[in-house]
Nanobody
Framework: QVQLVESGGGLVQAGGSLRVSCAAS????????MGWYRQAPGKQRELVAS???????RYVDSVKGRFTISRDNAKKLVYLQMNSLKPEDTAVYYC????????????WGQGTQVTVSS
């Protein structure tokens, strides 16, 4: 059974940093593309960052240069380091996984709240 458990969210002032983590279990972590989505109130969920099994990364334009996604296959962890945070980064951040060959992310964590105050 796939389990993704996020941690590390919280309240931070604009310009600050935060790292959210995701602990994975119940599936072949190392062969899955991992990602972070976020959803702000009244907005659609958006893919913030992803990292493939080969460690290739992609980011939404609004976080490029500020956020870094990484993974530790041995520990089955994926991280999102967020620097220079802005109030518009406020959202619930969800860890997600995509199996090889799948077109869409299909496993989700429960989410962790990140709030950036101005």
């Amino acid at each position: 059974q796939v389990q993704l458990v996020e941690s590390g969210g919280g309240l931070v002032q604009a310009g600050g940093s935060l790292r959210v983590s995701c602990a994975a279990s119940g599936f072949g972590f190392s062969v899955n593309t991992m990602g972070w989505y976020r959803q702000a109130p009244g907005k659609q969920r958006e893919l913030v960052a992803s990292i493939t099994p080969a460690y290739n990364t992609r980011y939404v334009d609004s976080v490029k240069g500020r956020f870094t996604i990484s993974r530790d296959n041995a520990k089955k962890l994926v991280y999102l380091q967020m620097n220079s945070l802005k109030p518009e980064d406020t959202a619930v951040y969800y860890c997600t996984a995509k199996r090889p060959g799948d077109l869409e992310f299909n496993s989700w964590g429960q989410g962790t709240q990140v709030t950036v105050s101005s």
